[in-house]
């Protein structure tokens, strides 16, 4: 019955909805990559290789052997190092987009949590943590002075 409650409040906290759409988005931002390494970088790659089309690019360790009427008998087996080369390219382009998207947060977290930055509005929290911080230099001066008296 508790592990119950405790789904119940992971759901209706929002934990869930956000995992889900932070999910979908990131499945939706895996195919805009894929086709962008595929589509935009890896043709002029391409050319600059001298047409060479890196996702038919294996390595054969075993060639197929074929019979006399020249069905296949033994198939092929070889590593396509080609589809690695993009898929390291995908990973090199999702991670530096996600890297400029946490330097970009953070930059606006940095800027939202500093209490003497007046563009951006300082939250709640922050404003009330720093109304108490400076009580407490007050409180600690007046405490100060009146014990030199």
């Known amino acids: ?19 889900a759409v932070g999910i979908i988005i990131g499945a939706s931002f895996n195919k805009v990559i894929d086709v962008l390494v ?9 050319l600059l290789s ?27 087996v070889s590593l396509g190092y080609g589809a690695l080369i993009e898929a390291f390219l995908d990973f090199l382009i999702i991670g530096f987009t996600v890297f400029i998207v946490v330097k970009f ?8 949590q500093d209490p003497k930055d007046k563009t951006v509005e300082t939250p709640k ?12 230099k007050e409180q600690n001066a007046l405490l100060k002075s009146k014990l030199k008296e």
């Not at 047409?51 to 092929?76: C, M, P």
């Not at 929290?125 to 407490?136: A, V």
């Open 1 to 19: 019955m508790k592990l119950i409650q405790e789904f119940k409040e992971f759901a209706v906290k929002g934990n869930m909805i956000d995992m």
């Open 38 to 46: 595929k589509k935009i970088f890896m043709p002029p790659l391409s």
């Open 50 to 76: 001298e047409g060479i089309n890196f996702q038919d690019k294996v390595w054969v360790l075993r060639d197929e052997v074929k019979d006399a009427s020249g069905e296949v008998v033994v198939e092929a």
């Open 105 to 112: 947060m953070n930059r606006l977290r940095k800027k939202s």
């Open 125 to 136: 929290d922050i404003q009330l943590l720093s109304g108490i911080t400076d009580l407490m």
